[in-house]
Structure formats: C-alpha cells, structure tokens
C-alpha cells in the first residue's frame, strides 16, 4: 500500500516538538483536507521540519489575536505569513 500524503504531515507531525494537544488539533484540521491538497505541505514539512513548529505556532498566534480582538496583531501575523510565503516562492528561508 503506499503512502498518502497524510501519512507524510501526519509523520513529519509526530516526529515534531510540538505537544500532543496541538498535534491532535493540526492532524484532525489535516484529515479535512483532500490528500492531493496536502502533498505541498507534506514535502515543505519534510524538507524543512521546522515547518511544523512554525505552522503551529502561526496558528496560535492567530487564534490569540482573534480571540483577543487584536485586529493589528492579527494583521501583523497575516503579514508575517505572507513574508513566509514569498520566501518559500523565492527559495529563501
């Protein structure tokens, strides 16, 4: 059988230092989407372990500011992801 890319997040997630609480919540957000929309973020995790920290932590961050009313760090985080992602397009890390 082979592997799906779930298995590949759901390995690079159980390997990662995150607690067990929010590997249970990134896994249960993961199984709601389709494995061909999961294989970038498969490789990216594999390639750049990482990844899954700072996935995890962005997450938090934002959920904070959400919960917090916070629009400007809410913002600021948004910004800080769309650095990431124009990093990762260019090959910057």
Not at 5 to 15: I, Q
Not at 67 to 81: L, M, N, P, V, Y
């Amino acid at each position: 059988m082979s592997t799906t890319n779930f298995d590949r997040v759901k390995a690079c997630v159980d390997s990662s230092a995150i607690s067990v609480d929010d590997k249970k919540f990134l896994m249960d957000v993961f199984a709601e989407v389709s494995d061909d929309c999961l294989a970038d973020i498969a490789k990216l995790f594999e390639e750049k372990g990482n990844w899954v920290e700072k996935f995890n932590e962005n997450r938090s961050a934002k959920i904070k500011a959400f919960s917090s009313g916070d629009t400007a760090e809410f913002q600021k985080i948004i910004d800080q992801e769309k650095k990431y992602i124009e990093d990762l397009t260019y090959g910057l890390d």
